[in-house]
């Protein structure tokens, strides 16, 4: 009984701390190559720097911090992303954002972290990501 409500306890902060504003630094990337659309989806997400991953309300992992946007467009327009090209594969550029929802993916499987991003306070100039 003391562990489910210490597991309730910690899923209730997960959930409040999740709707409290985050600003992080890191690099905005759409991928476009098989394998990222495959896995991904035709998704825009974002790698914070590490020094901030202690930011995100997130169970400890191993893995590196990383999560696509759950308002895919909006985030799209907001970080001015290009319009996908054929000759390359995407693209990516360092910003500065805000994030006002944070949903870790707990299940096992593929699955990805997700985050709305509420608003870019900097976002640096677009370079193309090259196809492998």
Not at 93 to 121: C, F, H, K, W
Request: proline share 5%; aromatic share 6%.
């Amino acid at each position: 009984m003391k562990l489910a409500a210490t597991l309730l306890l910690a899923c209730a902060c997960l959930s409040a701390q999740a709707q409290t504003p985050i600003v992080l630094d890191g690099q905005y990337s759409a991928r476009t190559d098989e394998m990222s659309l495959e896995i991904i989806g035709n998704r825009v997400c974002f790698a914070p720097d590490k020094a901030q991953w202690g930011r995100l309300p997130r169970p400890a992992a191993t893995h590196d911090a990383w999560f696509c946007f759950s308002n895919d467009g909006e985030a799209r327009r907001l970080l001015r992303v290009p319009a996908r090209q054929a000759d390359n594969c995407g693209w990516q550029a360092r910003a500065r954002i805000v994030i006002d929802t944070y949903q870790p993916y707990v299940e096992q499987g593929d699955g990805n972290d997700m985050a709305r991003l509420a608003s870019v306070i900097k976002v640096a100039q677009p370079n193309a990501i090259a196809c492998e």
